[in-house]
């Protein structure tokens, strides 16, 4: 069998990460790269690396690249909304080349009007190619959805289904301890939420309409609590932030699945540094009732990658359109 070759579009700090995990994947080869920062564009993605050439260069002219290296699929890591990234995603698509993206609004882009909308043409467009285009990583696309979804398996039946996400951010890249205003003062968190500066989580919407399209509960709406600070009892740090007592540890936020005023679907994500547990949970109230805890968590940037690179396979050989995990096999380890 042929290698399957692969484009990196992104060589940001996961992207790189991305890079170096396929080229240790047997039956993968990258034979492009695509970025638009200047520092890196023209330089060789080994040299990038600090590894030796690989006679792939980052270059900035993606149609050029997916017309001369004819990749069987892209790993796109960019961004994480899709009105950010979606002219990227179509241009790939035209040139006929499947796409597996860590965008955590792809995971499931049909809860607002506009993701809708973009959803319609991305699968049109990849329908009319013959290709696929899939969004995953850990959370969203398989910690607090697509595992849940398989763990309803043996049910009989499912009442509700709560999803715990609990990590201590001081084991995380130093760019997410300061996405989630870890070290603030509270006011300064306060007013960095107002301004939209931290965000908070991206994808719980996303899990809890594939949650609920798997098991195909109809909801009245996808709630999502604000986005509040975890505040520190005691002085705690990561070798890169230190967080006094009384200043802001990280953030927490909560998502739910309502039907006629009953949370069918609770989602709760916590991420801090200092945090005393470590864990992603899922309880499922059915028959039988099913109570699953990994702990520690499942570190986020590795399991992401692990996601992406791991469903390579399952996105080049599906049928085309645009895809969730709940409608691929689920992945295996690559060798």
């Given amino acids: ?7 990196c579009f992104g060589i940001g700090a996961i992207g790189r990460q991305m890079a170096e995990t396929l080229l240790s994947k047997k039956g993968i080869r990258i034979v492009g790269a695509i970025d638009i920062d200047p520092q890196k564009v023209g330089r060789d993605l080994g040299e990038l690396l600090g590894r030796k050439k690989l006679g792939v260069v980052i270059s900035d002219e993606s149609s050029k690249v997916l017309s001369s290296k004819k990749p069987d699929i892209v790993v796109h890591t960019t961004t994480s909304y899709l009105k950010n990234t979606h002219k990227e995603l179509e241009e790939i698509l035209t ?3 499947n796409i597996v993206s860590t965008c955590e609004e792809l995971s499931y882009p049909y809860v607002t009007k506009e993701q809708r909308r973009f959803a319609t043409r991305l699968d049109e467009l ?11 990583g850990i959370n969203p696309g398989f910690l ?6 398989t763990l309803t398996g043996p ?13 201590n951010a001081a084991t995380r890249r130093i760019p997410f301890q300061k996405k989630i205003g ?4 509270v006011e300064e968190f306060k007013r960095k939420i107002s301004e939209k500066e931290i965000t908070g989580h991206v994808g719980l919407e996303q899990s809890v309409g594939m949650i609920a399209d798997a098991l195909g509960w109809k909801l009245d709406e996808i709630k999502i609590g604000p986005v509040q600070p975890v505040i520190s009892g005691k002085s705690v740090a990561s070798d890169a932030i230190r967080v006094p007592e009384g200043y ?16 069918l679907i609770t989602l709760d994500f916590r991420a801090f540094i200092g945090a ?11 028959m039988p009732p099913i109570h699953e805890k990994i702990s520690p968590c499942v570190h986020g940037d590795y399991g992401t990658i692990g996601m992406t690179v791991n469903m390579i396979p399952k996105v080049v050989h599906a049928s085309p359109g645009l895809k969730t995990m709940k409608d691929l096999p689920l992945p295996s380890a690559l060798p």
């Fill in 155 to 167: 049910c009989i039946k499912v009442n509700s289904i709560k999803v715990t996400r609990q990590m």
């Fill in 1 to 7: 069998m042929t290698d399957i070759k692969v484009v």
């Fill in 248 to 263: 802001c540890a990280g953030l927490m936020q909560t998502a739910y699945g309502m039907r006629e005023g009953r949370e």
């Fill in 144 to 149: 607090m959805d697509a595992l849940a979804i």
């Fill in 95 to 97: 040139h006929g080349v």
């Fill in 182 to 185: 870890a070290g603030l003062a």
């Fill in 276 to 286: 005393d547990e470590d864990f992603d949970a899922i309880a499922i109230d059915g």
């Fill in 126 to 136: 990849a329908k009319k190619k013959k290709v696929t285009i899939l969004g995953t």
